[in-house]
């Protein structure tokens, strides 16, 4: 078993930056790949970025791309989001999840809490 926690979450306006974690606990030898997914009201779930173990391979959700940035610091056993330039449509809670590298939800074996990201226009 793997326990994720997210935080980092807030309120900020359009154009600033924010930078969430994600802390595993549990299970950490295992090699999973991270991600992190978000999911407005009314919406489903949607991806936003990804990195594998090692942390050389990541991808980005297109609505994301350029703008957040993914890493991970193994060590600490943390996944980092960093966002820049936001918009009022990345308002959403966001979720770290744990499991294989990719871009479906279902490839992912464990879940966060989730952390609320508003942003005001």
């Known amino acids: 078993q793997v326990q994720l926690v997210e935080s980092g979450g807030g309120l900020v306006q359009a154009g600033g930056s924010l930078r969430l974690s994600c802390a595993a606990s549990?299970?950490?030898?295992?090699?999973?790949?991270m991600g992190w997914f978000r999911q407005a009201p009314g919406k489903e779930r949607e991806f936003v970025a990804a990195i594998s173990w090692s942390g050389v391979s990541t991808y980005y959700g297109d609505s994301v791309k350029g703008r957040f940035t993914i890493s991970r610091d193994n060590a600490k056993n943390t996944v980092y989001l960093q966002m820049n330039s936001l918009k009022p449509e990345d308002t959403a809670v966001y979720y770290c999840?744990?499991?294989?590298?990719?871009?479906?939800?279902?490839?992912?074996?464990?879940w966060g809490q989730g952390t609320q990201v508003t942003v005001s226009s």
């Open positions: 999840a744990a499991g294989k590298y990719g871009i479906t939800p279902q490839l992912y074996d464990y």
């Open positions: 549990g299970r950490t030898s295992s090699r999973y790949a």
